[in-house]
C-alpha cells in the first residue's frame, strides 16, 4: 500500500479533531493549551503533506514554502505558550488554582 | 532592490519596533521615575507616522521582500489609522500609567503592537499574515494582565486561551490555502483563484471558514467574541481602549487583504461564498451584541457587547462584494476611521469619569452632566454617534455601509441591512438611556469632577473627530476610495 497525501491529511484531521475537542472541554489552562498544541501540530502535519504531495503547485513555485512556514508555527507555538505558562504561574499564586471554572470573578 | 529601499519599504513597522527598544532599554538604564518614557514613545510614533507620510507623498512603491510585503494607499490608511490610535491613547493614558510597575514595558510593548498591526496592513504572503497577527495577538495577551492585579491577569489568560484556539483554526486554515492552491502569496492564490477551478470549492471553503475563525477572533465577531465582555470588564481600561480599536482595525485590514486580493472582490467563483459567510456573522454579531447589551450595568462590559454589535456592523461591508466597485471595502475603512476616534472617544471618558466617581456602574453616572458637563457632554456625543444619530460621524458611516451593501445588488444583502436598522433601533435603547441617565438624574453628590489635561486635550480631540467626520466626511470618504482601489488592482 502506498501512503498518499489523503492518508496524512486523515491524520493530521483526526489529531486536530482531538485537539479542538480539548481545547474546548477541558478546564484546565494547561490541558487546554495542550490541546491547542495538537491543533497547531495537526496544521504543521498538513502543511508538509501539501508540501510534499500536491499536484497544485505552478510551475516556479517552491513548495519548501510549507517546510518554512511550519518552522515559523514552531516558533510562534513556543512564543505562545511561554506567555501562557507565565499568565498560568501568575494567576496558580494569586487564586491556588488554574481551573477556567473557578477563574470567574468575571462572568465567563 | 538595495537594502536602504528594502528599510524603507516596511520604514513605520522598523520605527516603531525600534522605538520600543529605545523605550525599554532607556527604562532599564536610566534612573527610576526619570527617563521620558511617554516623550519618547510620542517621539517614535510621529517617526512612524512621518515615515508613512514620505510614502504617501513619494508615491507607493508597490511589492518586496518576495512579494510579502506590499506598500500601497490601503496598508498607508491603516498605519495612520493604528498610529494616530496609539498616540492617542498613550497621551490619555500617562496618568493611569504612573502608579504601574512596569511603566518601560507597557509603553514598549503597546509600540510592538502597532509596529506588528502595521505590518499585518502591509502583508501580502500567508506567512508574514500569520506572523504578524500572532505577535499583535501575544502582545496583548501581556498587554491586558499587565497590571498583574486579580482581574487583570484573570482576563489575560482568558483573552490568550480564546487566542490560542482561534489562532489553531486559522493556521489549519492556511495549511487548506496553501495546499490547494499551492501558494504562500495572497497572489498566488489569487491565480489560482481566478482560474476557477469548481472541484477546489471545498477545501478553500474549508480553508477560509478557518481563516475566517482566526481574523474573527481579531474583530470580535460573534462566534469568535466569547472572549470580549471578560476582556473589556476586567482589562485594564487604557489597555482596552487600544485594543477595541486597534485590534478591530487590523482584523479587518488583513480580512479585506486577504479575501478582497487573495479571493477575488466580486469576480471569483468562491466570493459570493465567502460573502454569504460574513453577511452571516454580520447579523449574529448585531444580534447578540445588541441584545447582550440590553441588560447589562457595568459601563465597560456594555462597551465590550457594543463593540460586538459594532463589527457586525463593519462586517456588512465586508460582505457588500460586487465586481467592479469598491463601496463595500471602502466603506468598511471609513466605519473603521470614524469608529476610532468615536469609541477612543467613549472609553476616554469613562475613563476620566469613572477615575473620580470610583465605579464602573452605570447607575453611579447619575447625574453627571450636572458635575462635569464638558466629560459628559464628549461621552454622550460619542454614544451617540456609536448609535447612529446625526450629525455625528457614526451615522454617515452606518449610512455609507448600509448603502455600499443595498448597492450591490443581492436580495439576501437588503434583508442584512434590514436586520441592521433594527438593531441601530434596539442599539438606541441602551445608549440613549444610559445617556438619559447622565443629563436627567439626580446626582448624590454636586462636587465636580476634573481630569487632566492631557486627557481632556485627547477627548476634545476624539469630540472634534466626531463631529468633524459627521459635518465634513468628504476627505476621510475619499481617502477610504483610493486605499480600496489600492486592493482591486489586476494582477500582473
Redesign the interface.
Known sequence: MTITLAHYLAVSGIV?GI??AI??SKRN?VA??M??EL??N??NL??L??SRF?G???PG?E?L??H??VV??LT?AA??AA??LA??V??YR??ETVD?DR?????? | MSGWELVHHIGPSIALFVGAGIVLSADMLLPRGRAPLVMLTLLTLVVAGGWALWHANTGTSGPAFEGAVVMDRFALFFIFLLVSATAAVTVASTEWAQELDLKGEYYALLLVAAGAMSLLAQGNDLILIFIALETTSIVQYVLVGVTRKDRSAEAGIKYLISGAVAAGLMIYGFAFLFGTTGATSLDGIATFVQSGPEDARLPLTLGFVLVAAGFGFKMAIVPFHGWAPDVYQGGPTPVISFLSVASKAGGFAIALRLFYNGLGGGDTFISEDWAIMFGVFAVASMLFGNLGALVQTDARRLLGYSSIAQAGNVAIGLAAVAAGTTLGPSGVMFFLGTYVATNLGAFFAVIAISERIGSYEIKDYAGVFKRAPILAGVLMLCLLSLTGIPPTAGFIAKLYVFNGAVQAGEEWLVAVVAIAVVNTAISAFYYLSWVRTMALDDPEEETSIRTTGPMQAMLGLAATGVLFFGLVPAPLISAAQRAAEALSVPLS
Open positions: 486536530f485537539g479542538v481545547a474546548l489552562v487546554v493549551l490541546g491547542v491543533m497547531l495537526a496544521s498538513a502543511f503533506a501539501f500536491s497544485a503547485f505552478q513555485t513548495p514554502a510549507g518554512t512556514f515559523f508555527v510562534v512564543a505562545e506567555v501562557a499568565m498560568a501568575l494567576i494569586r487564586r477556567l477563574i470567574s470573578v468575571l462572568r465567563w
